[in-house]
């Protein structure tokens, strides 16, 4: 199959395939006598399978692996359950940093409404006016307002 017939059976760019031939979720392509590629028929269903995974939180390089133990034949369900289990795992982990990163957005919106915004700066609490929130409605950068200002950027330790 030629890479623009792959691409199109699969729902992908032609971009993409490459991407995935160079990463080894595709086997490397043959080459025809013109010089273009040519992919197995199994090409776009390989595409899917891993956008799919990647749709459940597989990483590329997991992908990769898995589609390989696949190849080699020693594949059962019973077998890759880790896979599916580490990246459970990491979901769980992620799901449990976004809620405690919600929580303190929750914090801080509760604080704005006390008068307490933490979005103002020490300086600007008594005229309630945001820097940073005015400047990037005027189209400036923090880079831009430090220049024009002479304010010196915060380093972090």
């Given amino acids: 199959m030629k890479i623009g017939q792959v691409a199109r059976e699969a729902g992908v760019s032609v971009d993409t395939v490459r991407f995935y031939e160079r990463r080894g979720v595709l086997p490397p392509a043959g080459r025809r006598p ?37 190849d080699e034949g020693g594949a059962t369900c019973a077998g890759e359950r880790w896979r599916l289990e ?4 990491r979901l769980d982990t992620r799901i449990a ?19 307490r915004c933490r979005l103002l700066t020490i300086d600007d609490r008594e005229t309630g006016r945001t820097p940073a929130i005015d400047d990037r409605q005027a189209g400036r950068t923090p880079a831009v307002t430090d220049r024009e200002t002479g304010r010196t950027p915060a380093v972090p330790d």
């Fill in 34 to 70: 013109s010089g273009y590629r040519e992919f197995a028929g199994s090409a776009p269903g390989r595409i899917r399978a891993a956008k799919a995974l990647q749709d459940l939180g597989f990483t590329l390089d997991e992908i990769v692996d898995a589609l390989r133990a696949h």
């Fill in 97 to 115: 940093e976004l809620q405690r990163v919600r929580r303190e957005a929750a914090r801080a919106v509760e604080d704005c409404e006390a008068g």
């Fill in 86 to 89: 580490a990246v459970v795992t």
